[in-house]
């Protein structure tokens, strides 16, 4: 039939077309992404990540809680904000819950070599040069002993990025003002409440695991949270950029059906009145 | 009917109704590609309502503006996320059907005369659209907003003389900034439609005057009508017409629902930042042939801008470059052939344009535009070959 010729023609150029603005245009403008590493091979894993939490807590003590605090063991920071503030341009973060949050290997190597773990040669905690392997490995014990199990994403992302990243959709405000943030990383960290919204989640992933990987010579660090951490964060991201997305779906199908109801009794309508005419 | 009666003694609605609907005779050889008219209206309808309902809790800021759309209206108010999907793919089908409606004219000759009114006033409808969806995609405040417009307005700077004044002048300032979003904002809400609706109302009105062409480019004279040639408007006519509808309809709320990203760019969800220019600044897709045409000649910025230009107003001079009597192309193979590469030539313009315009894509941009305008430059020698073989008795 010459209508359905006419329309077929309509949806061959309109597909030629969306497929060159959207799926072939963005293969061309992005490349493809890389796959996140979250295994950090080039991370030595010679450094141990068992020990003696007691210990352990001895050497937080001593060696971490001047800058960091340990809320879940009731460990305050030996600095106030404002003196880290000045000191690091950013605040150092509550390390509570980060023996559950970071791949073990990296947080061993992170300690021993922050700059490098981190891929940040400017990152803002000096190398722990005082500890031996083995003390790293009690610290990492610690941390582990004494983080909440079953964290949500959210709970990771205010840990481990709110000390850079604020979230003002989600009334989350980052712990560093902006000015010195820009001082220590040379932008503002963008806002992530709708952050799900502007990168896909693939991206996200990889960016997460690696900033580099995208970004070659950011100045986020590269974090070293675990896949599942990652996955957490990226998943919260995600639904919190989108939050009608269940309202979405169920309603779309309502109106649809609706409207192939109503194209249905128009057809019909149509056929009776075209009866006679030819 | 009593009431029916006096209103008919005051308003004279039954003849109205006669002259506008039962009466109207529209020729029975037209296919649903007729129906874009209609379909335009509808989508413009949608345009209204979804846009008054984000009128209500948008606010335009420079400050405000972002969080107004992205949070607000996507997340706090009820339902305030479909309106801004339906208004978002509103714009974007609305050029699409737009498209199509040109190309059925260009393809079966209805920009002829006695149509060359109906064709002016619908460029200039089309020339309004466009205005309306550029000031309208800078309110979300975004990166692809900014930068777009940043990029646009930055063009007239190359006018000769008053071109530095002139960008000054549209932005407020000397970059695109708040003031540049409340005049955009105040010519999105209230000129441009206003306009829009008027422009429609002449064209409609031409459209009535001198009918609609058809498959054949023949006329229907009154005796035609009589015999039965034409069908009425209403119901006949409508009663296709609500199908067509009805089925558009479904692939639009689809869209709405489903595939709505390719309406709301990704960078669009990042903050406006003066001071961070993105990767690949690409307008809408509606404007990328045109802009590809700019691009095309990427070896002089001013012939660019001249190839531009031209390229959105040559369309308006169709009646007058092509003088063949023969108005509908399904009786002239020449000007068909000619029809579909300027068809293909178009979407592969639209989808060069968003393309990083460099190496092969650059010299390919070229070419695209010269054959975009072959098709304009060959109208008046298929006019000429075309009078010579009718002269010629064939
Ligand atoms: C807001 C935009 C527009 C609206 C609401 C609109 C509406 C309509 C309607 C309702 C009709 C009669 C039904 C039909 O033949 O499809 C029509 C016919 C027509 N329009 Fe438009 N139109 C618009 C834009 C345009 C543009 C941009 C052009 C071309 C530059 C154009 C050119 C024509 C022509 C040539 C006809 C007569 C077609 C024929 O009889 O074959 N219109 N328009």
């Known amino acids: 039939m010459k209508e359905l010729k006419i329309l077929l023609i309509l949806i061959v150029l309109v597909l030629i077309g969306y497929w060159g603005i959207e799926p072939y245009a963005h293969s061309v403008m992005h490349g493809e992404v890389k796959q996140p590493d979250h295994t950090y091979k080039d991370v030595p894993k010679n450094i141990p990540t068992t020990g003696d939490p007691v210990k352990g807590k001895e050497l937080f003590t001593t060696n971490c809680a001047s800058c960091h605090g340990l809320k879940n063991d009731g460990v305050n920071p030996g600095m106030d904000i404002q003196t880290s503030i000045t000191s690091f341009k950013v605040v150092p973060p509550d390390l509570s819950n980060i023996g559950a949050i970071l791949d073990e290997h990296f947080l061993a190597y992170f300690i021993k070599n922050p700059q490098d773990a981190t891929k940040n040669p400017k990152f803002a905690m000096p190398p722990m040069a005082q500890l031996s392997d083995e003390d790293i490995g009690h610290v990492v014990a610690y941390l582990k002993s004494v983080t909440k199990k079953d964290l949500t994403g959210k709970e990771i992302t205010v840990e481990a990025c709110g000390r850079c990243h604020s979230i003002k959709y989600q009334k989350v405000l980052s712990d560093t003002p902006k000015e010195p943030l820009k001082e220590y990383l040379g932008k503002v960290p963008p806002d992530l409440s709708v952050i799900g919204k502007a990168k896909n989640v693939e991206y996200l992933e990889t960016f997460i695991n690696n900033p580099q990987n995208t970004l070659p010579g950011t100045s986020m660090p590269r974090l070293g949270l675990t896949k599942e951490s990652t996955e957490k964060v990226v998943t919260y991201l995600d639904q919190i950029a989108d939050p009608h997305r269940d309202q979405r779906n169920t309603l779309g199908i309502w109106v649809i059906g609706y409207l192939l109801f109503m194209a249905g009794i128009t057809f019909a309508w149509k056929k009776k009145i075209w009866k006679n005419i030819h | ?394």
């Open chain 2, 1 to 394: 009917m009593k009431f029916m009666d006096w209103l008919d003694e005051r308003l004279a609605v039954r003849q109205l109704v006669k002259v506008m609907l039962t009466e109207y005779y529209v020729p029975k050889n037209i296919n649903f590609l007729w129906s874009f008219g209609v379909l335009i209206m509808l989508v413009m309808a949608i345009l209204f309502v979804s846009g008054i309902f984000l009128l209500m809790y948008y606010k335009p800021d420079a400050n405000l503006a972002f969080d107004s759309v992205n949070k607000t209206i996507m997340m706090d108010v009820e339902y305030g996320w479909l309106f801004r999907h339906t208004h978002a793919v509103g714009a974007s089908i609305m050029f699409l059907v737009l498209f199509i409606h040109m190309a059925r004219g260009i393809y079966y000759g209805s920009y002829k005369a006695p149509r060359e009114i109906v064709w002016i006033t619908g460029y200039i409808l089309f020339i309004l659209m466009s205005a309306t969806a550029f000031t309208g995609y800078l309110l979300p405040w975004g990166q692809m907003s900014y930068w777009a417009a940043q990029t646009i307005t930055t063009l007239f700077e190359k006018i000769p003389f008053i071109g530095p004044d002139l960008v000054i002048w549209i932005r407020g300032n000397y970059i695109v900034e708040d003031a540049t979003l409340t005049r955009f904002f105040a010519l999105h809400v209230m000129l441009l439609p206003l306009l829009l609706a008027i422009f429609t109302a002449i064209h409609l009105y031409a459209v009535r005057i001198v009918g609609s062409n058809n498959e054949d480019g023949g006329e229907l004279t009154k005796e035609d009508k009589k015999k039965g040639k034409g069908i009425s408007f209403w119901p006949v006519f409508m009663a296709k017409e609500f199908f067509v509808m009805s089925v558009f309809l479904v692939f639009f709320f689809y869209l709405v629902f489903y595939q709505y990203k390719f309406a709301m760019d990704q960078i669009n969800f990042i903050p406006a930042d003066y001071l961070q220019t993105p990767h690949h600044i690409y307008p809408e897709w509606y404007f990328l042939a045109f802009y590809e045409v700019l691009r095309g000649f990427f070896f002089s910025q001013n012939l660019g801008l001249i190839a531009f230009l031209f390229s959105m107003f040559i369309v308006a001079f169709l009646p007058w470059l092509d003088t063949s009597p023969i108005k509908s192309g399904k009786h002239r193979p020449l000007y068909r052939i000619m029809f579909w590469i300027f068809v293909a030539d178009f979407l592969f313009l639209t989808i060069l344009g968003k393309l990083p315009a460099t190496g092969l894509y650059a010299w390919l941009g070229f070419v695209g535009s010269i054959v975009f305008f072959i098709f304009f430059l060959a109208l008046p020698i298929i006019s000429r070959i075309e009078k010579k073989r009718l002269a010629g008795g064939m």
